[in-house]
């Protein structure tokens, strides 16, 4: 399906509140280790969202779910991002936290530890095929896999999506998360996505396969268009079984990893639909998530601050 070129981008996704830790060298196990600490707006679907405002979606859209605790402050933040947020308040769950500790070595590498809280509540109720109208492409939060209710807003969403002929794309979101759904049942759920955006560890472990070519282009025989996001080797571009384009990585001086992959793939459906091939929205993609690991924190530079 070719997304219509004046559409809003819709994505469903988390929104959490990240909590970054970065330090240098190996955790001290059983006492103190010195990191500069910041609480910050996150999640993979607001960021993605944040960053496809930044690469020029002139109407970006977001649903999540959040707690009463942090509603107005995300709500600022997004809206301060170029983005509409259409955020449903859980009465009964606080906002989703993520820490992320950062080893600010050469790679920046991070790890997270996840409470999704609000974020994993959302579900079909807080659904209606309305949210559609006027969209050009829908975005999945490969998050929303990974609990029960967000399953069934994702069932409900990819019909509706099929009914009105509007693109679907999926981020994986999770290698860890992924293992314990179980790859057969994750490549069940996706069907009828058009555009998959895994990480490169994240399309090894969904075809068992050691070469992420080889495993880009497995993907891409049941999806459409897959997508492979390889940090600082690139991305790969697969379709019908085969890779047909290698985009090479923008050289960059990592400060912090966290959300990389979100500005890969905001600036990626950004880019579609502005009405770009998949090849250069690739490279639009790899200039985002370069310049994302130049900055703490997952989110692109706010409207406001440009």
């Not at 819709?10 to 059983?30: S, W």
């Not at 939060?141 to 990819?158: C, D, K, M, N, T």
Request: proline fraction near 5%; aromatic fraction near 4%; charged fraction near 20%.
């Amino acid at each position: 399906m070719t997304a219509k070129p004046d559409g809003a981008l819709l994505v469903v996704g988390d929104v959490v509140t990240d909590v970054v830790a970065r330090h240098r060298g190996p955790l001290a196990a059983g006492t103190d280790t010195a990191a500069s600490i910041r609480r910050l707006p996150g999640g993979a679907g607001a960021n993605v969202a944040c960053w496809a405002a930044y690469g020029g979606c002139g109407d970006v859209r977001l649903l999540g779910r959040v707690g009463a605790d942090a509603s107005v402050w995300h709500e600022r933040e997004l809206a301060a991002h170029g983005v509409r947020p259409l955020l449903v308040v859980d009465a009964a769950a606080p906002t989703g936290t993520v820490i992320c500790l950062v080893d600010t070595g050469d790679e920046a590498e991070r790890t997270f530890l996840t409470d999704s809280g609000a974020a994993l509540r959302i579900g079909p109720d807080d659904w209606s095929d309305t949210l559609l109208d006027g969209v050009g492409r829908l975005h999945l939060s490969g998050y929303l896999l990974f609990s029960e209710p967000s399953r069934a807003l994702v069932s409900a969403a990819l019909a509706a999506a099929r009914a009105r002929g509007v693109p679907v794309s999926l981020d994986p979101a999770s290698a860890g998360f992924l293992t314990g759904l179980g790859v057969d049942r994750f490549l069940g759920l996706v069907e009828g996505v058009d555009v998959l955006l895994p990480s490169r560890d994240e399309a090894c472990l969904l075809t068992g396969l050691p070469d992420t070519a080889d495993a880009a282009a497995k993907l891409s025989r049941h999806v459409p268009l897959v997508i492979v996001k390889q940090g600082a080797e690139g991305a790969l571009v697969a379709r019908s079984g085969t890779v047909s384009t290698r985009v090479a990585a923008v050289t960059a001086s990592p400060r912090d990893s966290t959300g990389a992959g979100d500005a890969f793939t905001g600036a990626f459906l950004a880019a579609l639909l502005a009405g770009a091939e998949p090849e250069e929205a690739a490279v639009a993609g790899c200039r985002a998530g370069a310049r994302a690991v130049e900055r703490v924190g997952g989110r692109p530079p706010r409207t406001a601050d440009l």
